[in-house]
């Protein structure tokens, strides 16, 4: 029987949680570890395969690049993020479970996405009135898997504890950056062996998004 939870706020990831991303993930990270590689930040023997295009932004910065460069390669970023946004969809089931939602708890975004791609594809799929917060990578002093944009979620309501919030996300980034927060996990349609080689461990997992209605009371 799943254990459901008294909860004032629940965060959802973005990029297939609630959309139906086309972003092509594998190309992005390709083509920003090849700036890196280029400008001398990271060796060509990286272990790439590793880590995210968010974990490369990330070492990019302990590096000390400049802001300059640091810049650059976000908008490498971002020109694949506004890309995929285009025609994107919704998860099944995405835009019932946030009408049902809506009005009980407060609900927020965290994504590593830019704002505007993150706004944009919240209104063409018509769902950003369901929001209370959107928080991208504009917000954040690290991206996921750090728990920045979590923490300024609970900064931003502080009436609602950390215990007080659940969060979704289909990656182990979002898991990761969740639990550092103090937030409790659920993975939509997670890999848990993923999810136990990086540590993350969710308070339960799902297939079908409107199934997050089986947690809460």
């Given at each position: 029987m799943t254990q459901k939870y008294r909860i004032k706020g629940i965060i959802f990831d973005m990029d297939n949680t609630l959309l139906h991303s086309k972003i092509d993930f594998p190309a992005m990270k390709l083509d920003v570890s090849r700036h890196l590689q280029a400008a001398g930040v990271i060796p060509a023997n990286f272990p790439v395969a590793e880590h995210t295009t968010s974990t490369l932004l990330e070492t990019a910065k302990n590096a000390g690049v400049s802001e300059h460069f640091y810049e650059e390669l976000l908008a490498v970023a971002a020109k694949h993020e506004l890309a995929g946004m285009e025609g994107a969809g919704l998860e099944p089931g995405a835009a019932e479970l946030l009408h049902q939602l809506h009005g009980r708890f407060v609900l927020a975004v965290v994504t590593n996405n830019a704002l505007p791609a993150a706004r944009k594809a919240l209104e063409e799929t018509g769902i950003i009135h369901y929001f209370d917060l959107l928080v991208a990578r504009d917000h954040m002093t690290s991206l996921k898997p750090s728990p920045s944009g979590f923490l300024y979620v609970i900064k931003q309501f502080p009436h609602i504890a950390g215990n007080e919030w659940l969060s979704v996300g289909d990656s182990w980034?979002?898991?990761?950056?969740?639990?550092?927060?103090?937030?409790?996990?659920?993975?939509?349609?997670?890999?848990?062996?993923?999810?136990?080689?990086?540590?993350?461990?969710?308070?339960?997992?799902m297939e079908k998004i409107e199934d997050l209605l089986l947690y809460l009371e």
């Open positions: 980034i979002d898991g990761k950056a969740s639990m550092e927060a103090g937030i409790p996990f659920i993975g939509y349609r997670t890999s848990q062996t993923i999810m136990e080689q990086r540590g993350v461990v969710p308070i339960g997992t």
